[in-house]
Structures are given as structure tokens and as C-alpha cells.
């Protein structure tokens, strides 16, 4: 069964200094793995996605992610943050060839710049 | 190219009253689908369509219908709302093939 798992629900850093938000999963099957990002009172944003390709993917603004199998884990980084970066992040599950149903957000972490 | 738009963006209901909400893509996507957003919990699949006149249940589609007669609209309908369904709703479609989705603006639903 799929499950994904954000460890931190709220992650506060200072502007300029690198970002951790980290995502655990869970899957039978070869997973794509994503993150989107949330703006106060938007839509969600693609930032990146892994899909069986290179394992250190970049996304838009200057975030990327590992997937490390080994560790089952997918961690999102950004070597120096901004205040345009506060947001919600969320980590997303499914399995290739799968039906829309096997499509898991994670609960999400909150990101908080502080000046 | 409006991408995914969704009717309407904001929404007060009493318990027992009716609704139904719109969300329109114009990228001629063949996957839609319905999600609810509660704090803490992420994103909840309501329900979801692989292509017209195709509906499926998803997650958590206990006091939901939808519809999706044409393949650029898919409707969400509430036929007697209940307070548990105060919550945000969001409709996304993605590309047959494609395993990104795009997402509507969302709309807040409150009921009282």
C-alpha cells in the first residue's frame, strides 16, 4: 500500500539559509514522487517530480530533491532561502500505471522565512 | 488559456441546502478530479473522472455526486450539505500519460 509521511508539519528558518522539508513513502511499486507548492489562498504548483529518471531532480525556484530508495525518502531542498519561498509544501505519491485513486498528498509542512 | 478554473471561489450554505460547483480546463486533459482540503490533513480525493461520461469514487466520496458530461467541465454537487463539508475544494486535471496535475484556485465552501 502507498502511504507518504511529511515529518514536520511547520519548519521556520531565517532568509539566506538553507531549506529541509522531508517526506517519507511507502510503495509496492515503482513510485513517481512530487512536490507542489501551496500560496496563501492559491492553487497548488508543481515544483518538481521524480519518475524513474535521475534521482536528483530540479525543480522551479531553486528547489530540488533526492530520491533515495535505500532510505525511502524524497526530501526537499533550497540552498538559501527567501521570503518569497513561506508557503506549504506538500509531498505526493503514486505509482506508475496506477488509477487516480493511488494519488497521496502528505499532510503537509508549512514554511516560515523569517527576515 | 485559462488553465483550470473552478465556480464559484467562495460559498456560505445552511445544513440541508444544495449545491453544485464547476471546475472548467481548456487543455483538453482527459483525467479530472475533485479534492477536499482540511487543515493537517492534505488533500482528499472526492472523486475523479478518466474521461467523459467516466466517474469513480476516490478517498472520501460519501455525500458527494459528480458529473462529467463534457470532457472540459466536471461538476461537483452537494445535494443536502452538512457541516463536515466546510472545507476547501479543489478540482485538477492532468494529461493522459502525464502524471503532472494542474490545479484550479480553489473554492471555500462554508456550512453553517
Known amino acids: 500500500a502507498q502511504s507518504v509521511t511529511q515529518l514536520d508539519s511547520h519548519v521556520s528558518v531565517s532568509e539566506g539559509t538553507p531549506v529541509l522539508l522531508r517526506c517519507n513513502y511507502s510503495s509496492s511499486y515503482s513510485p513517481s514522487l512530487f512536490w507542489y507548492v501551496q500560496h496563501p489562498n492559491k492553487g497548488l504548483q508543481l515544483l518538481l517530480k521524480y519518475t524513474s529518471a535521475a534521482t536528483l531532480v530540479k525543480g522551479i525556484n531553486g528547489f530540488e530533491a533526492e530520491f533515495k530508495k535505500s532510505e525511502t525518502s524524497f526530501h526537499l531542498t533550497k540552498p538559501s532561502a527567501h521570503m518569497s519561498d513561506a508557503a506549504e509544501y506538500f509531498c505526493v505519491v503514486t505509482e506508475l500505471y496506477s488509477s487516480a485513486s493511488k494519488i497521496i498528498f502528505g499532510s503537509g509542512t508549512r514554511l516560515s522565512i523569517r527576515p | 488559456n485559462a488553465g483550470v478554473t473552478q465556480t464559484p471561489k467562495f460559498r456560505v450554505l445552511k445544513t440541508g441546502q444544495s449545491m453544485t460547483l464547476l471546475c472548467a480546463q481548456d487543455?483538453?486533459?482527459?483525467?479530472m478530479y475533485w479534492y477536499r482540503q482540511d487543515p493537517g490533513m492534505g488533500l482528499r480525493l472526492i472523486h475523479y473522472s478518466v474521461g467523459e461520461g467516466t466517474t469513480a469514487k476516490g478517498e472520501v466520496p460519501d455525500g458527494y455526486n459528480v458529473s462529467r458530461l463534457k470532457k472540459q467541465n466536471f461538476l461537483l454537487g452537494l445535494e443536502s450539505a452538512a457541516p463536515s463539508q466546510t472545507s476547501v475544494y479543489f478540482c485538477a486535471s492532468r494529461l493522459l500519460g502525464s502524471y503532472e496535475q494542474y490545479f484550479g484556485p480553489g473554492t471555500r465552501l462554508t456550512v453553517t
Open positions: 487543455m483538453n486533459h482527459e483525467y
